[in-house]
């Protein structure tokens, strides 16, 4: 039987993980404002609407911050509509979705949700239709204390401090032809510049985000980001990327090793990012925020969009996700942690209902989907500083990706308990034992061995009817001095914590 092997020393380290990387995203999409956090009328909801039920898993699941309100929502939405008494607030039409957009939730209910699920904020400006007047305003709304019009009317609204959203994204995937107000690069990265500089004159403490390429496989893609970072690089803090994994074809081995993608897409934006700092001659390095990934079913969605007329909320998007996408999303989470030096920013699309790992039905519960379960495990458990880690794993081919290890893993040190965390995917179709040579961290022991396993039940899912079908379990672990062996079961996504003795 083939072994992997793996040594951990704490003298090579990648970077300290900002709890940013666990962020979420809640847009005006489908079932996921309305019907999923929000739903007045609801068992569950509070005075306000807010269903206290995906508050609870909101928590469970780790979420650090939530980007609102979209997505391609944003790029026509009027922030206004959303503020004020509800019952003079305008209907409009959303050509993102193709929906009505009631606006009954808004800027003033997200912060309030926000504040209930104790996560930050992070708010996206409108610049395809709008422009560097309304993202102005927006912050003076949101951020200035007082005895101006916007901010004495966030007061009037009810909130007589402001809101001190500190992450603001400057729109949303504006190189896509999709988009309401899709850009060039050169249109895009001169509004973003302006908007930029003017909103940094109202609050200089805030951080931004210009948009990055809506995916890899984009046409304008690393172009794109050089154009856009040589009009903004002096005004941002983080350059976004967007990806999306889709399993529909039914090709399991290359699903399976959808990070490969990730990793090289978060390299190539690093080099093009430094590559335009060399130009500049720019000293400070540009993040990324990874502000929409998942496994998505995408080929799915036009069925969701054909043949329905304007309506309220429809059900859109609402994957069931299987045993098999799990271990992908806690693949995709080791790449983002395995990259904590550059990327800085990270959120999971969406939080419920929409590609979501919480799901709700109208009226009734809500439940954890089996992708709740790595992200909410390595949200808690990956603390401290990132190890650089190289495995030794035997290897297997894809069609998408080429020759893979079956191996994925990232290790992190927590300085101040001592503890030792290492996630773990084993891609293979059978069991890998894998060996850990700990003597760079001598003392500690096993506390726990956590495995999300897939090779029995590959297309299992959690739902209404059977909420934890899909969910970890734990596993032994060997330990003989320094060395501790573990058996990767097959298609697993796996935590192993060590702390110091007792």
Known sequence: ???????????????????????????????????????PGHPEADPLGLRRDVLALTRELGVSMVRYPGGNFVS????????????????????????????????DEFMTWAAAAQVEPMMAVNLGTRGVQEACDLLEYANHPGGTQLSDLRRAHGAEQPYGVRLWCLGNELDGPWQVGHKTAE????????????????????????????????????????????????????????????PTDGDRASILASAVDMDRFITEVVATADH?????????????????????????????LDGRGWVEAP?????????????VVGSLLITLLRHADRVGVAAQAQLANVIAPIRTRTGGPAWRQSIFHPFALTARYARGTVLRTEPVSPRYETKRYGDVPVLDTVALHDEESGELTVFAVNRGTADLPLDLDLRGLPGLHP????????????DAVNTEAEPDRVTPRDLPTTTVGDRCSVRLPAVSWNVLRFAPQP
């Not at 092997?5 to 489908?30: C, K, M, Q, Y």
């Not at 059900?315 to 271990?327: G, N, R, S």
């Not at 506390?447 to 590959?458: E, F, I, T, W």
């Open 276 to 304: 335009v700092a060399a130009r500049l001659r720019q000293t400070r390095k540009i993040k990324i925020s990874f502000d929409e990934w998942n496994v998505w079913y995408q080929s799915r969605v036009q069925g969701d």
């Open 1 to 39: 039987m083939r072994t992997a092997r793996l040594t951990i020393d704490p003298a090579f380290t990648i970077g300290p993980v900002d709890r940013r990387l666990f962020g979420s995203f809640v847009e005006h999409l489908g079932r996921c404002v309305y019907g999923g956090i929000y739903e």
């Open 315 to 327: 059900a859109l998007l609402e994957d069931d996700y299987t045993a098999v996408d799990a271990v």
């Open 187 to 246: 249109e895009y990265g001169r509004l973003a510049a302006e908007t930029a500089r003017a909103m940094k004159l109202i609050d200089p403490s805030i951080s931004l985000v210009a948009c990055g390429s809506s995916g890899r496989g984009m046409p304008t893609f690393a172009s794109w980001e050089a154009t856009v970072l040589e009009h903004t690089y002096e005004h941002v803090d983080f350059i976004s990327a967007h990806s999306y994994y889709d």
């Open 447 to 458: 506390v726990q061995h956590l495995s999300l396993a897939a090779g029995d039940d590959p």
């Open 76 to 107: 026509g939405y009027r922030w206004e509509d959303g503020v004020g008494p509800v019952g003079d607030r305008p209907r409009r039409l959303d050509l993102a979705w193709k929906t009505v957009e009631t606006n009954a939730f808004g800027l």
